[in-house]
């Protein structure tokens, strides 16, 4: 197991939380986290990982920081 960060941004922290430690399985990818905290792949507009821009398929190491923002709109 290992311990990764999330931190969500804007609307994604309605009815969820800001920033929590979360234990997951050695392998998990990005996309696996994001679909864990309920974020479907329409609504994710930019993820980071240790604040680089990532792939969904990217995976996890123990101790990684996720930064997750919705898309954007606005004019």
Known sequence: MMRITVK???SFRDGRFMEE?????DGITLRQVV????IGDGE???SLVNGCHA???KPLSDG????????????
């Open 8 to 10: 969500l941004y804007a």
């Open 21 to 25: 430690d979360q234990e997951h399985p």
């Open 35 to 38: 679909a864990h905290v309920g």
């Open 44 to 46: 994710l507009g930019m």
């Open 55 to 57: 792939t969904m398929d």
């Open 64 to 75: 990684d920081c996720i930064f997750l923002f919705p898309m954007l709109s606005g004019g």
